[in-house]
């Protein structure tokens, strides 16, 4: 009974057996949607932290702060010295009278900042840094230099570590849980379609013993987990949309996204599109092989 491949009669019999056990293969479909969305959901947030932080890290600054014993020449002198700190990224320098320009520009209206000489504050720089997770050890480097001393670099440690351990965390769990529904997943549509088979084991047998390989009986199971897969992907993309756009919508309300930026499902979507398509596809196909081996054992 061995014959060529024939793509139209695999597809005929794939999509008839989805409609024949049409309650197997809706549930099927809600556990995949279920599981991808959930996937998804950590793996967005996972994606928006690791963006936040590269945020932060192009906003935040360090300043390092110049011994005031030092001239102002003497300072800027320091330059050269200061951007070869590992980690730094840049650094621009300014002087105590800038800073104080700058310090009463903030406070107009107090009178008593009126007569403060520029002395008051010291030449700083202010110093960009590449990874934020380097952070104190760019600060203890900095410190390090002559004319610079301990203690005399500000950096927000404390909110860096804090971004950079939530975003691990996300990250973290986010690949947990990808690995654990996609295992789930596969079980899932493996015994759907197994139950599907199971009615149709004789069938699969007379087959077998008229010669039918392998290749042909497994086909139209592929070609079902495969749909399968797909449409769960497809509504999953569209209800993970609607989802993120609520979540969207709720930090602009709560004035959360002054302190943040969320990157748009539109910029994303043909990612999550073509990831969400991928992984639904394998779940469906794989479920379907690992369901078929055994009735082909006759």
């Given at each position: 009974m061995s014959?060529?491949?024939d793509?139209?009669?695999?597809i005929?019999e794939?999509v008839h057996s989805i409609?024949?056990?049409?309650?197997?293969?809706?549930?099927a479909v809600?556990?995949?949607?279920a599981?991808l969305?959930?996937?998804g959901?950590?793996?967005?947030?996972?994606?928006n932290l690791d963006?936040?932080l590269?945020?932060?890290?192009n906003?935040?600054e360090?300043?390092?702060?110049?011994d005031?014993?030092l001239t102002?020449?003497?300072a800027r002198?320091?330059?050269?010295?200061l951007s070869?700190?590992?980690?730094?990224?840049?650094?621009?320098f300014?002087?105590?009278?800038?800073a104080?320009?700058?310090?009463?520009a903030k406070?107009?209206n107090?009178?008593?900042?009126a007569d403060?000489p520029?002395?008051t504050?010291?030449?700083?720089y202010?110093?960009h840094?590449a990874?934020?997770?380097?952070?104190?050890e760019?600060?203890?480097a900095?410190e390090?230099?002559?004319?610079?001393?301990?203690?005399?670099?500000?950096a927000a440690?404390e909110?860096?570590?804090?971004?950079?351990l939530v975003?691990?965390?996300?990250?973290?769990?986010?690949?947990?849980?990808v690995?654990?529904?996609l295992?789930i997943?596969l079980?899932?549509?493996a015994?759907?379609?197994?139950?599907a088979?199971f009615?149709?084991?004789?069938?699969?047998?007379?087959?077998?013993?008229?010669?039918?390989?392998d290749?042909?009986?497994e086909?139209?199971?592929?070609?079902?987990?495969?749909?399968?897969?797909?449409?769960g992907a497809?509504i999953?993309?569209?209800v993970?949309?609607?989802?993120y756009?609520?979540?969207?919508k709720?930090?602009?309300?709560?004035?959360?996204l002054?302190l943040v930026?969320?990157?748009?499902?539109q910029?994303?979507a043909?990612t999550?599109l073509?990831?969400f398509?991928g992984?639904g596809?394998?779940?469906?196909v794989?479920g379907s092989?690992f369901?078929i081996?055994?009735f082909l054992?006759v």
């Open positions: 014959r060529r491949f793509a139209g009669y695999y005929s794939g409609f024949t056990h049409g309650f197997m293969s809706f549930a809600c556990m995949i949607v599981c969305i959930i996937m959901s950590f793996t967005l947030l996972a994606v963006s936040m590269g945020d932060l890290e906003e935040n360090m300043v390092v702060y110049i005031d014993s102002e020449e003497q002198a320091l330059q050269p010295t070869k700190v590992p980690n730094v990224s840049q650094l621009s300014v002087t105590a009278q800038r104080m320009e700058d310090f009463k406070r107009e107090n009178a008593l900042l403060l520029d002395e504050l010291r030449h700083r202010h110093v840094i990874d934020i997770e380097r952070m104190a760019t600060q203890a900095l390090q230099v002559e004319g610079v001393g301990k203690g005399n670099v500000r440690i909110i860096a570590d804090g971004f950079v975003r691990n965390i996300a990250t973290g769990v986010a690949m947990v849980l690995g654990m529904l295992v997943s079980f899932i549509i015994n759907t379609i197994k139950l088979t009615y149709r084991r004789e069938e699969i047998a007379i087959m077998k013993m008229c010669g039918a390989t290749g042909f009986i086909w139209p199971f592929v070609v079902e987990g495969m749909l399968l897969g797909l449409t497809l999953a993309f569209f993970q949309w609607g989802l756009q609520a979540v969207v709720f930090a602009i309300q709560g004035n959360g002054s930026t969320i990157i748009s499902y910029s994303m043909p999550i073509a990831v398509c992984v596809a394998f779940i469906g794989g092989l369901a081996r055994k054992q």
